[in-house]
């Protein structure tokens, strides 16, 4: 049935799947880490998963597919800039130009980052920041 709804989806002959119920509202309230189970959280992660703690937890939803600068990651100018999206395996621009504003990071976010560049292979302009061993995602 996923399938088959799926590709009806895609012709657009329905506009949502009905065997799957989406609710607007949460179950249950998500549990927040309060500042020393984060600090604690922090303490038993190596590198490079406490950087991409830090940097989820400073409020990006996808680090993992920042590349550096041209964009992304500037870490001449300390901005970081979502020229890109990656949704199902797939990189394409963003939806909107409004998610294409640069942020200056939190100086600590900053300074770990640039911490985390100075230990990595793969720094060039189209490597991704937090890279595999081929400098992709």
């Known amino acids: 049935m996923h399938i088959l709804y799926q590709a009806a989806l895609r012709w657009e002959m329905v506009e949502r799947n ?10 249950k309230r998500p549990r927040v880490l309060t500042p020393a189970e984060f600090k604690a959280l922090l303490a038993q992660l190596k590198e490079p998963y406490r950087t991409m703690v830090i940097t989820v937890a400073w409020g990006s939803a996808s680090p993992s597919w920042w590349r550096y600068s041209g964009g992304d990651l500037d870490t001449v100018s300390l ?12 990189i394409n621009p963003t939806k909107t130009e ?5 942020l200056p990071p ?10 985390h560049k100075a230990k990595s292979v793969y720094t060039s302009d189209s490597d991704f920041v937090f890279a595999g061993c081929s400098g992709k995602r």
């Open 98 to 102: 409004a998610s294409e504003s640069a």
């Open 106 to 115: 939190d100086p600590d976010l900053a300074d770990v980052l640039l911490a």
């Open 18 to 27: 009905p065997v799957v119920r989406q609710s607007s509202k949460r179950l």
């Open 79 to 90: 901005t970081v800039q979502a020229l890109r999206g990656f949704v199902r395996g797939e």
